[in-house]
């Protein structure tokens, strides 16, 4: 079974710039949360899709945004891109509504601003 | 304000030892927690986790005990081996309503297996 495929996995772009990045959950799964990791802040939740439905949001600035499709892929952007936004951006997935709130991973998407 | 805290960022222990990772909360309506294991350049992934209810869970090597009086959990690791040196992260989550699948992580413990 292929696990949760993100990319880009590396890109740089600079200050005031905008970014997409994409995600693709393990089959079947239909919910995808995103989270960024920095090394001061840690894994902060960013919100989570289920069902092309955003079912929870965490503490960001409008500029993150993001969007699931029918197929349960998910992409996430980050508008006027500051020198802030450098961090591993991680796509999990789960099959939804899980007692368990066990996620699956990615490898992430590693975004440097400049 | 963090409600999921791991107050120590490096953790060293010789190979064979037990490790012992801690982890505090603050909001006491968390009701599963669970941790993840990070290797550079991989996402993390799940190790084992614990309900509310019990006060131990045990898988392998792997033990997750949980004080909910104190608010407090620890993972530990008996015997640990170089693989286990990674990032630890503990996370919480809410069950109650039924919500979504999102976590609060705490920043991580960095293990360092020393043969």
């Known amino acids: 079974k292929a696990g949760v495929t993100q990319t880009p996995r590396y890109l740089i772009k600079t200050r005031g710039q905008q970014v997409t990045l994409s995600c693709s959950p393990i089959s079947g799964h239909r919910s995808v949360s995103w989270y960024q990791q920095t090394p001061g802040q840690g894994l902060q939740f960013l919100f989570e899709?289920?069902?092309?439905?955003?079912?929870n949001k965490g503490n960001f600035p409008g500029r993150f945004s993001g969007r699931q499709f029918s197929n349960s892929r998910s992409e996430m952007n980050v508008s006027t891109l500051e020198l802030g936004d450098s961090a591993l951006y991680l796509c999990?997935?789960?099959?939804?509504?899980?007692?368990?709130?066990?996620?699956?991973f990615g490898e992430g998407s590693r975004l440097t601003v400049l | 304000d963090q409600q999921v805290k791991q107050n120590s960022p490096s953790l060293s222990v010789q190979e064979g030892r037990i490790s012992i990772l801690n982890c505090d909360y603050t909001?006491?309506?968390?009701?599963?927690f669970l941790w993840y294991k990070k290797y550079p350049a991989e996402g993390p992934t799940f190790l084992i986790s614990?309900?509310?209810?019990?006060d131990k869970n045990e898988d392998g090597r792997f033990t997750v005990f949980l004080n909910k009086s104190a608010k407090h959990l620890s993972l530990h690791i008996v015997p640990s081996q170089p693989g286990d040196s990674a990032v630890y992260f503990c996370?919480?989550?809410?069950?109650?309503?039924?919500?979504?699948?999102?976590?609060?992580f705490g920043k991580g413990t960095h293990l360092i297996i020393q043969p």
């Open positions: 899709y289920f069902s092309e439905t955003q079912r």
């Open positions: 999990a997935s789960s099959l939804g509504r899980s007692v368990t709130g066990e996620l699956f």
């Open positions: 909001n006491s309506m968390f009701d599963y």
């Open positions: 996370a919480a989550k809410l069950l109650a309503g039924g919500g979504a699948d999102g976590l609060t």
């Open positions: 614990i309900s509310s209810i019990k």
